[in-house]
């Protein structure tokens, strides 16, 4: 580690305080750097305040009902059903109460964001950050004061807003972007989601679980392109059996407001009349107008910021982290990429980024979690790997706990038998994960897996069934 009086002397400014600009921040002071963290939303950004904490309560509540009707027939009731002589017709949900609660939790998330930077000496000041030269930010507070600010590094980590469509204007009432659904009174009579990537299946999940029918537009073949196409595959049918309706290779390409609604034309011409709709199209970097360009700055042709694995820019003082550079637009990724820039800056011990190594969970009922290389690199010749599909509803616990949806993947290098990937869809998937992770991590090998004791009974077994089963595909 550099001595702390040398890193004393680095003058650290960072614009945007999500978890790239405030884990970021937070492992500068840890550092010894002077550091001014620059911020126009709200400290924690989008993460906290519109993205990932307001969704993942919202689906908290959606997840508490899918798991009701799923388990009517373990033997308990709701005080007052058919078995006591009156009408229970289910669970309902009061989207006002939702939305309150999660406002509120990402409100006090974000306070307690702050709260912590201060107290470790981070100097936080609420205005809008612009590149004024390689070692200077502009600063347009929001008192309406102007100022500079010179840093001997710059980290920009301004994240990124949802991609809308020329013919598809968000009103906040009826046509929504994810950052407007909290707005919402009451639970959509016909939601459209347009959108099939991981926002859109993630909120049809939601929604058509808190109630609402809920009609999702794919551009592709499958929902979810890109993902694991099995995973894929065990979402569209619990999708189907809930009433949820995929819409497949259709795109939107208008979404307008009518008297009491809106209206869906896809390409090809049908039109599908609903209440609201919802623009899951993608993202957009918030690199437009900072200056990044004029100070020599190279953004890709989509707006992001072209950054290596510990994150420098073509500027060598100004580094970027997160959804404004397009490596993978995770929370995980961006706090991983600023932490690896302030270490680079400062003289710390640094480790490139590896995205080959990275866990994520798609939070739709049933969870769909991955980490590592995917089947399809293994189909593709790419990767030479064994594969074992382990379905959950041979798993002691989950027959238990009624879970008849998902399964354990795992693939193993042939040889020596090194996990490098696997995916788990199920009930806490991202939970699951973190074994198989750790695994593809450290380079654990399935007799790794296999020697290792798992609870009995447990849906963690599976995993290590899963490595038995490649231990004997493999000698
Ligand atoms: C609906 C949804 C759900 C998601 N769920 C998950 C999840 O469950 N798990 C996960 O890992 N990822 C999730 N993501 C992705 C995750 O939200 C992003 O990867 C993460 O927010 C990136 O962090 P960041 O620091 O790059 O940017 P952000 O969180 O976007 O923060 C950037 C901040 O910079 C500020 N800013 C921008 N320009 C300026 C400027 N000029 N001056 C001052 N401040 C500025 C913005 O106000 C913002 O606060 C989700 C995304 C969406 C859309
Ligand atoms: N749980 C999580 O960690 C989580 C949740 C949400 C988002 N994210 C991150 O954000 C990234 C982006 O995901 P996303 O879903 O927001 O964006 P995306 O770009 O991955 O998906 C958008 C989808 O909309 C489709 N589309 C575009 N225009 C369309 C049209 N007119 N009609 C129909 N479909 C159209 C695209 O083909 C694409 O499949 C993810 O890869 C993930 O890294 C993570």
Redo the contacts with the bound molecule.
Sequence with gaps: MSSITESLKKKIVIIGAGPGGYEAALHARGLGAEVTLVERQGTGGAAVLT??VP?KTLIASADTIHRFHEVQDLGVHLVGGPQDGTEIEGLAANLQTINARLLRLAATQSRDIRRGLEKEGVQVVDGTGSIADPNTVHVKAEDGMEYDLTADAILVAVGAHPRT?PS?QPDGERILTWTQVYNMEEIPEHLVV?????????FASAYNGLGAKVTL????DQVL??EDSDAADVLENVFERRGLTVVSR????AVERTDDGVVVTLSGGRKIAASHGLL????IPNTEGLGLEEVGVKLEDSGHIAVDRVSRTSVPSIYAAGDCTGV????SVAAMQGRIAMAHVLGDAVKPLRTAVVA????TSPEIASVGISEQAIKDGSFSADVIKLDLATNARAKMMKVEDGFVKLFARKGPGTIVGGVVVGPRASELIFAISVAVSKGLTVDDFSETFTVYPSLSGSISEAARRLHHLQS
């Design positions: 993205d990932v969704s469509l598809a347009v959108g099939s990537g991981v926002t859109g299946a993630e537009v794919s551009s592709r392109p890109g259709s795109r939107a390409e899951a199209v993608g993202s993978l637009p995770l929370a994520s969970n798609i939070f």
